[in-house]
Nanobody
């Protein structure tokens, strides 16, 4: 049974930074694609960023380009989302997901709350 756990969320003022982590238990996901998504209250879940299993392909939603950075390190069974210059509209529950290919995810985490105050 694969379990994904997100961490690093919290309350931050606009302009601040947070670093989210996505860790897995039950299997390694070093060769799997990882995606970050978010869902704000009353809104549908939306794509934030994704990284391929090799780390060679990275994509971002236009709304976070230049502010967020997704990364993974070969020796670690974790993926990170560095979020800088946070805005109130970034407030949401952030989820990570893994799968064999970007865009096709089999496992999802429970989410971590990010709240950005103005």
């Amino acid at each position: 049974q694969v379990q994904l756990v997100e961490s690093g969320g919290g309350l931050v003022q606009a302009g601040g930074s947070l670093r989210l982590s996505c860790a897995a238990s039950g299997r390694t996901f070093r060769a799997l694609a990882v995606g970050w998504f978010r869902q704000a209250p009353g809104k549908e879940r939306e794509f934030v960023s994704a990284i391929s299993g090799s780390g060679g392909s990275i994509t971002y939603a236009d709304s976070v380009k230049g502010r967020f950075t997704i990364s993974r390190y070969g020796a670690e069974n974790a993926v990170y989302l560095q979020m800088n210059s946070l805005k109130p509209e970034d407030t949401a529950v952030y989820y990570c997901a893994i799968g064999f290919n970007v865009g096709n995810y089999d496992y999802w985490g429970q989410g971590t709350q990010v709240t950005v105050s103005s």
